[in-house]
DNA sequence: AAACTACAAGATGCAGCGAG
DNA sequence: CTCGCTGCATCTTGTAGTTT
């Protein structure tokens, strides 16, 4: 169990797909949180945005999201944005997400694909608000949220999965489970970038960004075999052990192939 | 019963504030 | 300064009451 604390930072902005977008045809390779702030600011692509707002989406949004590690993610986002469709690139957002906001991907993971596997319809703000309300008496948060951040902190949680594609769109406070699969090219990337990370094979497989997309060990596999069949990789499954023969030299020859087809 | 209206309740965007 | 939380304003949705 990875203790790391909740925090409200969701509250800054949920999906923020197209603000995401925006952004990442803005950004260079090097260009520093300020200075796609600056850049973003001058551009004219948020007319209706105030400075204090655009501050909100640069730095609590799409920094904590895209310009870790590097500014690796921004960077194989925005060589796959120009080719690949847009639900691909919000499966990515959806893990870089999650990985920035940790209350996310569990709930995701604990609350999300459990209702889903329970053949449940829909899920609501007040499901979502247990979520919460058992995190705090759990310590995750570095303090007790007040009665409106909790309540809040909920609404974003399932706001930021429709925006995401995973609950239905809209204002409402129960939304209806969309059905919801891994596309080849996210997959073809987590497993590169668990890869590259230095992941061994089968820590790899077992590993819980899989879990954001409801994927158990042996969906895995057979997601890696169908990806096998695409070029990408080798897969030899012998009894508990599995072996892969990565085909792919970088991330970034990853992202190339995966835009040339 | 359907359509319309008015109002309450809820959701979200935005920005300020305190702590460190 | 940055980070994390919360209050406020606005917009959306649900619903009760009224009219056709």
Redesign the pocket.
Known sequence: MASV?????L????GLVAETKALLDLWRPGMS??QLQEVARESGSFP??????????V??CF??RYLISDASPAAHLKRLAAYVPMADLMQLMLLFTSRANPILGDFIREIYWARYAGGYQQI??EGARAFVERAIDDNR????????????????L??CC?DYGLLEK?????RRILPYRVTPTASAYLAYDLHSKGLGDNALLTHQDWQLFGMSREDVIDELKRLSLKGHMIVQAAGDVVRIGWKHQSMEALCDVISKS
Request: glycine fraction near 6%; charge should be positive; aromatic fraction near 6%.
């Open positions: 604390q909740y925090t409200t930072q509250q800054a902005g949920l949180t300020r209706t945005i105030t400075a204090r707002r655009l501050r909100n989406i730095n609590e920094a904590p609501s703000n948060t570095s303090k007790r949220w007040s009665e409106t951040t909790v309540r809040r902190v909920a609404a974003y399932t706001g429709a809209g204002a409402k406070s129960n």
